[in-house]
């Protein structure tokens, strides 16, 4: 629901009916992750996408359902071997979707909405299974711990989904947590969804480059909030990054010693001279982020590791190091280049191989827990 915040407090600031239909959990192959929503309005009006469009008729109709109605339902949809044109995944794998009509009055969901689309971070944990009088209920978890709404009066429980929020929002995932019957104080347990809107993640290119002009169209393409960074004013200009988010001209290290970086933060060092790239690689390498690659040959490669030994960079720091940049793509062209690195922090962030999908064998779509990027209850 909270890919579509900024929409629907629209709406909500209309004063606006509708439901939203949110997948919820999906089952091999399918086409839209936990969190993807649509939502209709007693108009008939409908924003987003549950399926990428096999299943979004059915979903459209139940949305109305549940205007009418005023419940909320879970319903599974998946691929039908009699009839592949029949409502139904033709991928072959399942969703379900959790339908439920708005409710302005509630404590948590419209406040979430409004801080999603204000840019806060905030994190919605609701419940998705488990039994009927607590399906739906939602708690508002900001970073700091504070907290609307709830699950249903019990502290415990509380508790658990709040921790459990901090931990997604912290990384900045959207996904769901199984809670174990004592870990939910709930017979037979109970599955909470957890959507986290926070700002976009950061990339910062370091090197003024003609590579780094088109990583900045890929990384804005991505979703990252770009930064430039080099300390010659005369290419570090917003006539040759017309597209990144902030052009600084600083030395490299300096800068990053300087600049705020989190777990999702990726770093690009395009500079290929040592007297930017060594200062700039140990300052980097020590960092929580997502990624460090930098370019330069497979001779270039050996030196700055040799250097950043010499500067007191540890094994275990260099082994971070995604260098040669990139994915072996054969790429050549500034803009093949930038695919190459692209494709490497999606790698990355996913827990992908990189290998042809072809004769594989591997999931074209991991899970969260699959890739490591979920908590999980305590």
Known sequence: ????????????????????????????????????????????????SV?????????????????????????????????????????????????????AGRAAEPVALRAAAHGEP???????????DLLGRAVLVRPDGTHQGGLGGHPGLDRTAIAQARALLEAGRTGTVDLSEDGSHCPGGLTLLVESAVPPPRMIVFGAIDFAAALVGAGKFLGYHVTVCDARPVFA??????????????????YLRGT???????????????????????????????????????????????????????????ARLKS???????????????VSIAAEIIAARHGGTGRPLTGSGTPIHRTLREAGELPRAV
């Open 51 to 103: 399926s990428g469009g096999c299943v979004e008729g059915a979903v459209y109709d139940l949305c109305l359902q549940a205007l009418r109605d005023g419940e909320t339902l879970v319903e599974r949809f998946g691929y039908s071997d009699e009839d592949a044109f029949a409502v139904g995944l033709t991928c072959g794998g399942t969703i379900d979707v959790m339908v439920t009509p708005f409710d």
């Open 237 to 254: 200009t917003r006539a040759r990054f017309p597209d990144a988010d902030d052009i600084v001209v600083d030395w490299p290290h300096r």
């Open 1 to 48: 629901m909270l890919d579509l915040a900024r929409q629907l407090h629209e709406w909500v600031e209309e004063g606006r009916e509708f439901a939203v239909a949110t997948v919820v959990a999906v089952g091999g192959s399918a086409p839209r992750p936990p969190g993807a929503a649509l939502a209709v309005s007693a108009d008939g009006t409908a924003i987003g």
């Open 260 to 318: 705020e970086t989190d777990r999702r933060t990726v770093l690009c060092v395009l500079t290929h001279d040592a007297k930017f790239d060594v200062p700039l690689l140990a300052e980097a390498l020590r960092l929580q982020v997502a990624y460090v690659g930098a370019m330069g040959s497979r001779r270039t490669h050996e030196d700055r590791n040799r250097r950043l030994r010499e500067a007191g960079v540890s094994e275990r720091e260099l």
């Open 324 to 338: 040669p940049i990139g994915l072996d793509l054969g790429a050549r062209t500034p803009e093949e280049t930038a």
């Open 122 to 132: 905030v994190a919605l944990a609701r419940v998705v299974r488990g039994p009927a």
